[in-house]
């Protein structure tokens, strides 16, 4: 039993970084353009893109497309920091 609370915790983890990367980039992207355009908007908006790009294999029978592409930005990494401070109070 106290592997499956685990795997659910790992798995509510995962859910609660997903989606404080989404809000902190969506807020990240609203309040950059609040901003005119100099270093705090790009700062903002700018992300850097790491990961696995779409990749085929085909068969000929069967086709498997394969991809995984991570987009950071300043906002996201805060988002998930905020993110993860939140997951501490709760699980406590």
């Known amino acids: 039993m106290k592997i499956m609370g685990s795997l ?18 969506v807020l990240g992207k609203f309040v950059g353009y609040l901003f005119p355009e100099d270093g705090i ?3 903002l908006t700018e992300s850097v ?3 696995l790009h779409p990749t085929t294999l085909d068969l000929q029978v069967i086709e498997f497309t394969i991809g995984c592409v ?3 930005n300043f906002s996201s990494i805060v988002g998930i920091i905020i993110a ?3 997951f501490k109070l709760i699980t406590k």
């Open 8 to 25: 659910k915790n790992l798995f509510f983890l995962a859910v609660v970084l997903i989606i404080g990367a989404v809000i902190g980039s």
């Open 84 to 86: 993860v401070m939140v």
């Open 49 to 51: 893109t790491a990961g």
């Open 41 to 43: 908007r790009e700062a």
């Open 70 to 72: 991570f987009k950071f």
